[in-house]
């Protein structure tokens, strides 16, 4: 994580921090809007060189980046664990995933970008049509400090990938960890130019300036609040947005549904990275058949999961300081009104972390229902049918992920929630597979990562229609059409389109 230290008037750094220890870690000069502009700058100018390597070159660019981060890894995994708090196990995983996409980015761009053929149709059947896809250009990344690599990973190698250059923004919490990503694409690709991916540091005035700086398209991810502020002043240039703002992800446990199983997924979904993890768990919804034997089991679980920076520990501190009041807050108003704490409770609250909380029965109009946590707590509430249980778990004004246990009814329970994915019998399995979009809507964002979707968010369609040949008589575009022409279209339509009951 990251503080601020003042130089002068006009300077400043960042000073990256251990979040267990608060040890300094490393100090990074902060991009003011000159910065910025010249970061992007770079990045134009590097843009047509990427874009004419073309798909093979690219590809073998992206997998020469991904064979650096993985002789790196200890390293890195080294650096996350230091600046995110995470253990080395789970550091491992993340970059696990992120090589994960990187190399499916790399691999399929060119099928799924490649120019289509598209029917004419009888009326247009002298002209061949096809949709071509172009890169935006530039593409600004804004990164969440919770899995600094993996999440912004899915913007940008899947922009790098369609043949967009890459201005990137680390979270402030996790700024040594987006500097690593970037250096280790230079030193992969030395024959590159400078700008095909380069990263400023800062808060959110850097980011603010990203926004303005002159990018064809903004990738965030951070909360609602936030995302929204960047869509307003986007709008100002017409700039598109890719958002991903955040999640108060539910599980329903069926009647049916292997309930240790169950017990054991959302223990981890709910408590792994400190509960920091937007499609993670955080409201759970259980058929009163099963109730007690899920509680039970889940308590018994995590009475076992314990917090720490050691090596044993499941997972880490509090990555950032002010979500630790959140949390206590969240708590603190689900025991007021009139939910009960099964497993630790206010006083699991430390200075740092923060140990496992299961709250049952919570009312649904507490902070700990309506709004993201973000830290290793879980409410559990019964519920007496799979409809109440959907129903509750649509009531959200956010709209990512989701996951259900369920024997015989799981994608049947899974296609009536109104979210971007869904797990089947396991949490977070769409993370990772990479062919498979991700993103939500309403409070958590607009348009999607990852898969076909991820790779057409980052370029433009092109429609070209090529006249082969003129039909003789028929001058429907020009003011050369006569009556004669428009006789033969009055008795071909009814014929194409007029004879459907």
């Given at each position: 994580m990251t503080t601020t230290e003042k130089i002068t008037d006009k300077e400043?750094?960042?000073?990256?921090?251990?979040p267990a220890t608060g040890a300094t870690l490393a100090t990074y000069p902060i991009a003011d809007d000159e910065a910025v502009r010249a970061a992007v700058a770079k990045a134009r100018a590097a843009a047509p060189a990427w874009e004419q390597l073309g798909f093979d070159e690219r590809r073998k660019a992206l997998l020469r980046w991904s064979s650096k981060l993985v002789a790196k890894s200890d390293e890195f995994c080294e650096l996350i664990h230091a600046?995110?708090?995470?253990?080395?196990?789970?550091?491992?995983?993340?970059?696990?995933?992120?090589?994960?996409?990187?190399?499916?980015a790399a691999k399929h761009a060119k099928k799924v970008l490649a120019p289509q053929k598209v029917p004419s149709g009888p009326m247009m059947s002298n002209f061949s049509a096809r949709i071509e896809y172009r890169p935006l250009g530039v593409i600004g990344v804004?990164?969440?400090?919770?899995?600094?690599?993996?999440?912004?990973?899915?913007?940008?190698?899947?922009?790098?990938?369609?043949?967009?250059?890459?201005?990137?923004?680390?979270?402030?919490?996790?700024?040594?960890?987006?500097?690593?990503?970037?250096?280790?694409?230079?030193?992969?690709?030395?024959?590159?130019?400078?700008?095909?991916?380069?990263?400023?540091?800062?808060?959110?005035?850097?980011?603010?300036?990203?926004v303005k700086a002159g990018v064809d398209k903004v990738a965030f991810t951070g909360s609602p609040g936030t995302?929204?502020?960047?869509?307003?002043?986007?709008?100002?240039?017409?700039?598109?947005?890719?958002?991903?703002?955040?999640?108060?992800?539910?599980?329903?446990?069926?009647?049916?549904?292997?309930?240790?199983?169950?017990?054991?997924?959302?223990?981890?979904?709910?408590?792994?990275?400190?509960?920091?993890?937007?499609?993670?768990?955080?409201?759970?919804?259980?058929?009163?058949?099963?109730?007690?034997?899920?509680?039970?089991?889940?308590?018994?679980?995590?009475?076992?999961?314990?917090?720490?920076?050691?090596?044993?520990?499941?997972?880490g501190p509090m990555t950032m300081p002010s979500q630790i009041a959140i949390v206590k807050r969240h708590i603190e108003d689900a025991l007021a009104r009139g939910g009960k704490a099964v497993l630790g409770g206010v006083e699991s609250v430390k200075e740092r972390f923060i140990e496992p909380v299961v709250l049952v029965d919570?009312?649904?109009?507490?902070?700990?229902?309506?709004?993201?946590?973000?830290?290793?707590?879980?409410?559990?509430?019964?519920?007496?049918?799979?409809?109440?249980?959907?129903?509750?778990?649509?009531?959200?004004?956010?709209?990512?992920?989701?996951?259900?246990?369920?024997?015989?009814?799981?994608?049947?329970?899974?296609?009536?929630?109104?979210?971007?994915?869904?797990?089947?019998?396991?949490?977070?399995?769409?993370?990772?597979?990479?062919?498979?979009?991700?993103?939500?809507?309403?409070?958590?964002?607009?348009g999607r990562i990852h898969g076909e979707p991820g790779l057409r968010e980052f370029v433009r369609p092109h429609s070209i229609a090529v006249q082969r040949f003129a039909i003789p008589g028929m001058a429907l575009l020009s003011y050369r059409r006569t009556q004669a022409n428009m006789k033969m279209l009055r008795k071909m339509v009814p014929l194409l389109h007029g004879r459907h009951k």
């Open positions: 400043a750094v960042l000073t990256s921090v251990d600046e995110n708090g995470k253990p080395l196990d789970d550091a491992f995983l993340e970059l696990m995933l992120a090589l994960e996409h990187i190399a499916w804004i990164g969440p400090w919770n899995y600094p690599v993996y999440t912004p990973n899915g913007s940008i190698a899947y922009a790098l990938a369609a043949g967009n250059t890459v201005v990137f923004k680390p979270s402030e919490y996790s700024t040594g960890i987006g500097n690593f990503l970037a250096e280790a694409f230079a030193e992969a690709n030395p024959q590159l130019p400078e700008g095909v991916f380069r990263t400023v540091n800062g808060y959110g005035a850097t980011g603010a300036a990203l995302g929204r502020k960047i869509m307003a002043a986007a709008a100002d240039t017409l700039t598109p947005v890719l958002l991903e703002c955040g999640g108060k992800d539910p599980v329903i446990v069926a009647a049916d549904a292997d309930v240790s199983a169950a017990a054991d997924a959302v223990a981890w979904g709910a408590t792994s990275n400190s509960g920091q993890t937007c499609a993670g768990v955080e409201r759970v919804y259980v058929d009163k058949s099963v109730r007690d034997e899920f509680v039970t089991e889940l308590t018994r679980i995590l009475t076992d999961v314990k917090p720490g920076s050691d090596k044993n520990a499941h997972y919570v009312d649904e109009d507490s902070a700990a229902v309506k709004e993201e946590t973000f830290g290793p707590t879980v409410t559990v509430t019964t519920v007496n049918s799979i409809d109440e249980a959907i129903e509750l778990a649509n009531n959200t004004t956010y709209g990512l992920a989701s996951a259900v246990y369920s024997k015989s009814r799981g994608v049947e329970i899974a296609r009536r929630l109104k979210v971007g994915a869904t797990s089947v019998n396991s949490v977070l399995g769409f993370a990772a597979i990479p062919g498979l979009p991700f993103g939500g809507s309403a409070d958590s964002g607009i």
